[in-house]
């Protein structure tokens, strides 16, 4: 028997499919997100630096900020997870979360440079690999691109090794009678 939670993943997974067909059909773009992310960044720049030295950045010239459909994608996301998670009751503020104090502590400054320093190298390497997991792992992927099958079959690599060295480490952590 399927559990009800399998077949919602196959659901999901189809409606990201077709949601792929829409976007491309009625804006004629991929899905994704890091390219938005980079354009909001040269528009949140533009008042320290100037406008002049966005538009002299390298970076910033190949993707001029603007207000277009990555950017209405990027907000989107926000609001969805937002409605989703009040919806179901499990929006909180959490300066630490419970899996984090578990590991490393309850240390509010250590999680915060962390989930900023990997912010920044996941948002660096999205970039350098030109795109995201939604714009490599699902567009790329869907149009059968070798350099989005390459990312994504990395990303699981690297997933599965990530998880499984935490795993370890959690699993020697709760013999030693420690969570």
Not at 20 to 26: E, G, I, L, R
Not at 98 to 103: I, Q
Not at 108 to 130: E, N, Q
Request: hydrophobic share 50%; aromatic share 12%.
């Amino acid at each position: 028997m399927i559990s009800s939670q399998f077949r919602r993943s196959y659901l999901v997974g189809a409606g990201i499919g077709v949601l792929s067909w829409v976007v491309f059909t009625v804006v004629n773009a991929p899905i994704g997100i890091t390219t938005a992310l980079s354009e909001a960044s040269g528009v949140a720049a533009m008042p320290i630096i100037g406008a002049e030295a966005v538009a002299a950045n390298p970076y910033w010239a190949k993707t001029v900020p603007a207000w277009d459909y990555g950017t209405l994608f990027l907000v989107g996301t926000f609001l969805g997870a937002l409605l989703s998670s009040l919806s179901s009751k499990t929006f909180r503020w959490e300066l630490v979360p419970e899996t984090w104090k578990e590991r490393f502590g309850g240390g509010v400054a250590p999680r915060f440079i962390a989930a900023f320093t990997g912010g920044v190298l996941a948002m660096f390497g999205a970039r350098l690999a030109g795109g995201c997991t939604s714009g490599h792992g699902i567009s790329g992927s869907l149009q059968l691109a070798v350099s989005s099958w390459t990312f994504f079959i990395v990303m699981f690599i690297s997933g599965v090794v990530t998880a499984r060295i935490f795993s370890v480490r959690s699993t020697k952590s709760s013999s030693k009678g420690e969570l």
